[in-house]
């Protein structure tokens, strides 16, 4: 029997668990075997900065016999591999040590979690944002009264503030205390920590000053700094939904059916994970192959654009491995799974982009870097100020006033907004220009590119056929002349009966027309009719007898009518509009580019020579493309790969800085830091806009140290108040946005 796991102590989410588990067999109930080791999922609850992730790898990796140890901090989902007699239960028991939560991932519930945490974070910050709004007429009141206002007035007006500031306080800053806790019950401090402090001494002074009378209470700066601060835990978490799509996304493809063949030859469908290597496959036309197999009979187009990224379809036949994710187009195909599924190219894919993930969140932005120095200097400011002045002979309130006012004139709120509001108001202006950022941290890693690696088709190409030139006996025919137009009517009629890329580029240039009866398509050759007793036949050199001819080079399709020559339809892949004007434009900025394409060397050669790249490689697998990306991060480069595919989905995803077409899939939109619409010309202006952000950012963290150093004197000497502190932090926020705002107008 199963129940529902308990909540962790310490879990800062305070969410229920993702997942179930055997409460007598512990975690060992979801230990699978791969290979010669044992691996599970676990779900970590409470990791948010690139220092959490390496403080629970370094832990879980120092355990004896683990071989992997991977924690994907957007999702949550931590992976680890190990040999030898550990237990999984010690593995889950080092994680909560940490002061994280943790559970066993039974299903791929992560989104489902983002959502719950986003949507419970939206709901109290639309809490916080109504009290405040309504303690600000409060305290408006208030001031305006200053000096004449009755005391008991005054203290009514103090208390309504304090009956709606404390249900936010308890159910809008639950996410801080709950955080601030879980650090603190381990022996860690972390960001959560000073504001916890901080809105609970705010709080119990101003209650304090209100029952004893005092004219100022801090009722209002409590909801406000509340209420700002879930603005960014809001976004923050929204960005992790998103970035988590990717997978996501590419798990779901991996759901799919599959055809296994029994040894009595009756076909059942089957999940693709309950196929075992050796299995027999049955792959339907237009289906989708959901693992690595081994061609045994039939012969049929493939379309492998989401494997290879190359735009035509190939011949599949016996003997031949076919690689999942590739979609069977023209004729049945049985053969013999390689590799169950967990081990296939997709997975192998999806293992990418969890890498990626995972590298890019242990990227230490420059906020994280502010934060390790910002909180030890705030609790050491605001303890030593309250002791001093009690050593000086001020009473406990008088001190205790002191100190929040130190808490609150340092208050996180200009240090938060100084990265955040540059990339908000960067990402509008990108916009405007048809570029949708993904995330957030993006614009440090986009300044820093010096490398961009370009995939062909889609990318750099426009990765539609387009019909280039007609040749019959060896000479070119004129495209405008009425021969021309003849032929290709002639072979656009059989054309429109198929689906091949070549086909529907042929039927496009010819437009409208009849449709020839009897055609029919034979897997892996052409289209084949007759016609006035004679046999037509439109496709491959070799299947219309053409291939001793000479030819023009390239993507062709022949058509053969019989007793008249051969016909040849040459077909390109055009250059994307304005592609040159934007790569001069890149390499006036110093950036180095290089192709890395799954597309035949013939043609990666030449596109590489049109455009003046003399770095590139051609028909690379996806895993030779990651393999490129880690060579080039290996001799220091910052690199930025721009991609379509499915292919290129665990490049962008482990690359130092991704961008994707809009016309690329999902899963590669989802993998990249930002999709353009448009031509490449984008690429430019988001690296100028990255580099002028980047350097806003900085200005603005200047700017807030350089607060606080001006500011804490004057607060631990004494002369501020919290409601001054308050107005002064108020001030700090507004200074660094309007800063950031500069980005709207400057080039």
């Known amino acids: 029997m199963t129940k529902a796991i308990p909540s962790v102590p310490g879990c800062p989410s305070g969410l229920a668990p993702a997942a179930t588990r055997d409460t007598k067999r512990g975690y060992s109930g979801f230990v699978r075997i791969v290979g010669d080791e044992r691996a599970i999922d676990l779900l970590v609850r409470g990791a948010k900065c690139g220092g959490c992730l390496s403080k629970i790898e370094k832990s879980v990796s ?12 957007s999702s949550g989902q931590m992976r680890v591999r190990w040999t030898g007699p550990l237990a999984a239960d010690r593995i889950a028991q080092t994680i909560s040590d940490l002061g994280y939560g943790v559970s066993a991932q039974a299903a791929d519930t992560g989104a489902a979690d983002k959502a719950r945490e986003e949507r419970s974070l939206l709901i109290s910050m ?20 200053h000096g004449e206002m009755g005391e008991a007035t005054r203290k009514t007006l103090h208390a309504l503030s304090g009956i709606i500031a404390l249900p936010v306080l308890l159910f809008s800053g639950r996410h801080f205390f709950r955080s601030a806790w879980a650090a603190l019950s381990k022996g860690h401090a972390n960001m959560d920590v000073p504001i916890s402090l901080a809105l609970s001494l705010a709080f119990g002074v101003s209650v304090f000053e209100t029952i004893r009378g005092g004219e100022h209470a801090y009722f209002d700066a409590v909801v406000m700094l509340c209420f700002f601060l879930l603005i960014g835990r809001f976004l923050d978490a929204r960005l992790r939904r998103q970035a988590h799509a990717a997978a996501n996304a590419l798990a779901a493809m991996q759901t799919s059916a599959v055809t296994r063949l029994n ?34 009979t039939g012969i049929s187009d493939v379309d492998e654009s989401l494997v290879t990224g190359e735009s035509l379809p190939r011949t599949f036949s016996p003997g031949m491995t076919l690689h999942a994710g590739a979609i069977n187009v023209t004729g049945p195909l049985r053969g013999e799974a390689l590799k169950v599924a967990e081990e296939s190219l997709l997975s192998q894919i999806g293992e990418m982009l969890e890498a990626g993930e ?38 406990l309130p008088e001190a205790l006033m002191i100190a929040v006012a130190t808490l609150i004139i340092t208050c996180p709120c200009a240090l938060a907004l100084a990265a955040p509001v540059a990339q908000v108001v960067a990402a509008g202006r990108l916009f405007r220009k048809g570029v949708y950022l993904r995330s957030g941290d993006a614009f440090e890693r986009l300044a820093e590119v010096d490398h961009i690696v370009f995939d062909k088709t889609g990318t750099l190409t426009l990765g539609t056929p387009k019909l280039e030139g007609i040749q019959q006996n060896g000479c070119p025919v004129p495209l405008a002349s009425t021969e021309a137009a003849a032929m290709l009517a002639d072979a656009a009629s059989m054309a429109r009966v198929s689906h091949h890329p070549l086909s529907r580029a042929l039927v496009a240039m010819a437009g409208p027309g009849t449709v020839l009866e009897g055609v029919h398509e034979i897997a892996g050759r052409g289209l084949e009719a007759e016609m006035d ?45 304005g592609a040159a004007e934007a790569l001069e434009t890149l390499r006036d900025q110093g950036i180095e580019l290089e192709i890395v394409s799954g597309d035949q060397n013939s043609a990666v050669a030449s596109l590489a020579g049109a455009l003046g790249i003399s770095d590139w490689t051609g028909e690379a697998t996806p895993q030779e493309k990651v393999a490129r990306l880690e060579s080039l991060r290996a001799d220091g480069r910052r690199v930025l790969m721009v991609g379509d595919g499915l292919n290129d989905a665990g490049a962008l995803s482990l690359a130092h800085a991704s961008l994707a077409p809009g016309a690329a899939i999902d899963i590669t939109q989802s993998a990249s830091d930002a999709v353009y619409s448009g031509g490449l010309e984008a690429i430019p202006v988001v690296l100028r806009v990255a580099r002028k952000t980047r350097s806003v950012m900085r200005q603005n963290f200047a700017l807030a140290a350089a607060y606080n150093v001006v500011a804490v004197p004057i607060a631990v000497t004494g002369h501020v108040t919290p409601l001054i502190a308050a107005i002064a932090m108020s001030l700090s926020s507004i200074i660094v946005t309007l800063n950031a705002i500069r980005l709207q107008i400057e080039n």
């Open 62 to 73: 120092a355990l004896p016999g683990v071989t992997q140890a991977r924690l994907n901090l």
């Open 126 to 145: 639309g809490v916080a944002g109504f009290a405040a709004a309504n303690i600000m007429l409060l305290s408006v009141s208030v001031w305006a009264g």
């Open 263 to 296: 040894d009595n030859g009756s076909a059942v469908s089957v999940a693709a994970s309950d196929i075992a290597a050796g299995d027999r496959i049955l792959l339907a036309p237009g289906e989708r192959a959901m693992v690595d197999m081994r061609i045994l």
């Open 358 to 395: 995972q590298r890019r969140s242990a990227y230490r932005r420059i906020a994280d870097r502010a934060v390790s120095i910002y909180v030890p200097f705030v609790h050491t400011t605001a303890v030593l100020a309250c002791v001093g002045w009690l050593l000086l002979g001020a009473s």
């Open 533 to 577: 007793g004679q046999v037509w036949r439109l496709g491959s050199a070799g299947w219309t007898g053409a291939a001793a001819q000479g030819a023009l080079h390239g993507p062709s399709l022949w058509l053969d009518q019989g007793d008249t020559p051969a016909v040849q339809f040459r077909f390109v892949d055009d250059v994307q509009p």
